[in-house]
């Protein structure tokens, strides 16, 4: 056969057409999102940007505004956690008044997208509302008002909640309760397992559990947890699950000591999660992470999804807040950022290309 002009121009016509479109895996990878890669009884979830830190920036409301955001979210994702929206200052801004628009319209975002909602958060020392914070209440007073606030927001979403963070960050470093919650501070520990009795009964079916940073590495703070834990369970508390939030830093070093964690909670027949997973650096002179420290990031990334994966009964794996333009890491740690898996404009870091990797070969 003889090449012709003709000939040539069309076979390079074909080559250009074929070969970056046809790659097969490529063209497989470029079209799964990080939900239809995981596995089926794992959630992967984010954060709904909204409330906090988020009333300080100059943007509006990100969930209610951001359209290319929002697309993200339902694509990517199959849980959501409202990421301010539940919290008592939010959703109970004064004594006698409920707020429940913001956190509504993520509940119902999410039946639309077919995800479910992690509730988050009913019994917590901060972002609690002015009026209880300095109010002078009598403890049969604030036990009532704890009452009542379970019964009337666990209730108002009774069957739309897979999971409740029931009470978060209730202890210490030292495994000791937190003084700083005004519920704990007066009423003492026992008003925690009253807590997840009350969330029972508001919603028989939503799975309520314990909620927590600086539990990724076993220490003081783990074992008084799993103290509690085996007590509550000992006293037919309806206690579900233990969630490791997982808010790590590289300077801390690796979280590979998380896997033994949950296994601890999975032995006492509790569900396990991870419910707030960002992995923040210190960020050069320029603010641009450098190519080794978003390979770093990734395997932290990927070190905890694995942790999940390989614990039974690990059924959810949320990420704290999915781009970095609407991240509560810089605004809280003013040298440190890059926290999350898509830069500004939702394009992908390595740590995102690592998750779904690994989720997909969890499959
Ligand atoms: O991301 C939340 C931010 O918008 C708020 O300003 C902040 C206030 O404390 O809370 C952030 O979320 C926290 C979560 O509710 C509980 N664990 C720690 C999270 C990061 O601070």
């Known amino acids: 056969m003889t090449v012709t002009k003709a000939y040539l121009v069309a076979a390079l016509a074909a080559a250009t057409l074929i070969v970056p479109a046809t790659h097969p895996a490529e063209a497989h990878g470029r079209q799964q999102t990080l939900r239809q890669a995981a596995p089926h009884h794992l959630r992967v979830g984010t954060a709904a940007a909204g409330g906090g830190h988020h009333l300080d920036q100059p943007y509006p409301d990100p969930f209610t505004y951001d359209q290319p955001y929002r697309r993200v979210l339902a694509q990517e994702f199959s849980s959501v956690s409202p990421e301010n929206q539940m919290k008592w200052e939010f959703i109970h801004p004064e004594r006698n008044k409920y707020n429940f628009g913001p956190a509504d319209a993520i509940v119902r975002f999410a039946r639309r997208n077919g995800q479910v909602v992690r509730g988050h958060t009913l019994l917590w020392h901060s972002q609690n509302p002015a009026w209880l914070q300095e109010g002078q209440f009598t403890p049969a007073q604030l036990r009532s008002i704890l009452r009542n606030h379970i019964f009337t927001v666990v209730g108002h979403y ?206």
């Open 158 to 363: 009774r069957g739309q909640i897979q999971q409740w963070d029931v009470a978060n960050e209730i202890l210490d470093e030292n495994g000791q309760y937190r003084q700083e919650n005004p519920f704990i501070k007066a009423l003492g520990p026992g008003i925690v397992a009253d807590a997840f009795r009350w969330a029972h009964q508001a919603d028989p079916h939503a799975q309520l559990f314990l909620n927590d940073y600086g539990v990724e590495w076993p220490g003081a703070k783990v074992d008084a947890y799993e103290a509690l834990a085996r007590q509550l369970l000992a006293d037919g508390v309806p206690l579900h699950g233990f969630a490791a939030q997982a808010h790590l830093s590289m300077q801390y070093g690796a979280p590979d000591q998380l896997q033994s964690v949950l296994q601890r909670f999975d032995n006492l027949g509790l569900q396990t999660a991870i419910t707030e997973l960002d992995v923040r650096m210190t960020l050069p002179a320029g603010g641009v992470p450098t190519q080794e420290q978003l390979q770093t990031q990734a395997t932290y990334y990927t070190t905890v999804l694995k942790a999940c994966l390989a614990v039974r009964g690990c059924n959810s794996f949320t990420i704290w807040g999915f781009t970095d333009k609407y991240s509560w890491v810089p605004v809280f740690f003013p040298t440190e950022g890059a926290a999350t898996v898509m830069w500004d404009d939702f394009e992908r870091k390595p740590a995102y290309y690592a998750l779904r990797a690994t989720l997909a070969a969890a499959r």
